[in-house]
């Protein structure tokens, strides 16, 4: 079981404002485009369903769900620079954001959703016992027949293939950002390592972020713990990233 303490509330907020004031339009629009027309596809998602992101970042989904005539949709993320921009492109509120750490909000809210989905592998940062009680904070945040869906990384790749064993930089026009991965087979984790070094200024070194490796088999045994049925394991797109898709088993 993996138990070890996930990084902090304010650490994650920190590597996210960090990046998000860097990388404000990380993912080219087609890419989204088409994760919305998975998303749309496999859930059998309808126009007026009440939609929820966990940990939407600059909103990127959820405006493509908007162009597309969702109106019932929802965005929460601990990442103020995230929510800034967010709120910078979001003409007449279409969408309603809101800054908070997504663990905190599930337990608080006493709204539904008919869909709660979380992209960019956000719920790959939790241990395996974490991730149990978030799946079950938000089973209780669906409407009858809701769905949840998890984007995680594919162990297939990570572990076997390797695909994940990187080191990048990229040049901005005010410094170089580097970052790397790295997969720790004892521990079952995918550690990611980021730097900023400003032009004429010292190398920023974030805190390290950790990404835990499930396989299917301990992904449906975690569904079960948290009361819920996997109803769907698919690898969409990404050739390292895998969809789950939950029902509530009652």
């Not at 620079?81 to 608080?108: E, G, H, M, V």
């Amino acid at each position: 079981m993996k138990t070890s303490n996930t990084t902090s509330k304010k650490q994650l907020a920190y590597i996210f404002d960090t990046w998000f004031k860097l990388f404000p339009n990380a993912e080219p629009p087609d890419a989204t485009s088409t994760d919305i027309d998975i998303l749309i596809n496999s859930l059998n998602l309808q126009t007026n369903h009440t939609i929820w992101d966990l940990g939407c970042g600059t909103g990127r989904h959820l405006r493509e769900l908007a162009s597309r005539n969702y109106i019932n949709l929802q965005g929460i993320d601990l990442s103020e620079t995230a929510l800034t921009y967010a709120q910078q492109n979001n003409p007449n509120n279409q969408i309603n954001y809101i800054n908070s750490d997504f663990r905190t909000y599930l337990t608080k809210e006493d709204h539904n959703a008919d869909i709660i989905y979380s992209l960019d592998f956000t719920f790959s940062l939790f241990p395996e016992d974490e991730l149990t009680r978030l799946l079950q904070a938000a089973m209780q945040r669906i409407n009858r027949r809701g769905y949840i869906c998890i984007e995680m990384w594919d162990s297939q790749s990570v572990v076997h293939n390797h695909a994940m064993n990187i080191q990048r930089t990229h040049q901005l026009p005010h410094g170089n950002f580097t970052y790397q991965s790295q997969y720790q087979p004892e521990a079952q984790t995918l550690v990611f390592t980021h730097s900023f070094q400003p032009e004429n200024q010292p190398l920023q070194i974030l805190p390290p972020q950790v990404h835990y490796i499930y396989h299917d088999q301990q992904m449906k045994y975690i569904a079960n713990r948290a009361g819920l049925a996997l109803t769907k394991s698919h690898q969409p797109v990404s050739p390292f990233g895998r969809h789950y898709i939950f029902q509530s088993d009652s």
